[in-house]
């Protein structure tokens, strides 16, 4: 190995570690699992539908990765706590926790009812923090741990009908600062990766907007839309050694989108 492939490496190898990924199997989680399992974590998706959940992992496992899959509800309590467990017992306790998985119910405000709010809050904000508290003291007694939550734009600004979906996700930040006070002092770093829009099928209703998707596209300082592999170098980063002095940061990865 050349002295720079062992600089790399040593940044950036996630060789030895542990990743559980909520949501892994399709849009940034996808490629966020992708992005850690090849730099050397073994990685453990975590997602409802079993179909894409094997597709994933086959396609790693083809590539050489070291990867399994656990079908799961994260709308339930319950449901959280048999998927952490069952996730853990497969590599052993996880190092790197990515919450990926996300709901996108956005009725017009005033027709937002208990379920809708209930639903939402569960799965986009109750799972992961249910599973911070899981796995968070375990990464703070080994003295290293990565926390990495997906959220969105609607964290910081309304538009196209932010809803239940923006609150949650602004209360997953605050999440995020939480954590890291609580377990930065221990070697534990928790961030937040910030989208701008990114044609994912969480998206799929937007999506179908021609001139929306334009727009959106305008809006950003690079000229396009997001697509799930930009994601992929910022969670490498997040995940590694390197961003050891990063944390309760939100980091946008939005094409300049949220600045311009």
């Avoid at 730099?39 to 179909?51: D, F, I, L, N, T």
């Avoid at 968070?136 to 910081?156: K, L």
Wanted: glycine share 12%; aromatic share 6%; proline share 4%.
């Amino acid at each position: 190995m050349n002295s720079s492939h062992a600089y790399l490496s040593g940044l950036f190898s996630l060789d030895g570690r542990v990743a559980l990924v909520t949501g892994g199997s399709s849009g940034i989680g996808r490629a966020v699992t992708g992005a850690l399992a090849r730099a050397g974590a073994r990685v453990v998706v975590v997602a409802r539908r079993p179909e894409e959940l094997a597709a994933t992992v086959e396609e790693l496992t083809g590539a050489g990765c070291r990867a399994a899959w656990v079908s799961g509800d994260l709308g339930s309590r319950e449901g959280v706590r048999a998927a952490a467990e069952e996730a853990a017992a497969v590599f052993g306790e996880p190092d790197i926790l990515v919450n990926s998985a996300g709901i996108n119910l956005r009725p017009p405000m005033a027709e937002v009812d208990e379920d809708v709010w209930d639903t939402t809050m569960a799965v986009n904000l109750e799972a992961p923090f249910l599973l911070g508290r899981r796995f968070g003291p375990g990464m703070a007694e080994r003295g290293f741990g990565r926390i990495i939550h997906i959220t969105s734009q609607q964290a910081h600004r309304a538009f196209v009908q932010s809803g239940v979906y923006g609150v949650s996700k602004g209360a997953l930040e605050s999440l995020a600062r939480s954590q890291a006070e609580a377990w930065s002092p221990y070697g534990v770093t928790v961030n937040t990766l910030v989208p701008g829009f990114v044609m994912t099928p969480l998206n799929t209703r937007l999506s179908a907007d021609p001139e929306r998707v334009a727009a959106l596209a305008a809006r950003t300082m690079t000229g396009r839309n997001g697509l799930a592999e930009d994601f992929e170098g910022a969670a490498v980063f997040l995940a590694s050694r390197a961003s050891a002095y990063v944390t309760g940061q939100s980091i946008f990865v939005d094409g300049g989108f949220s600045v311009h």
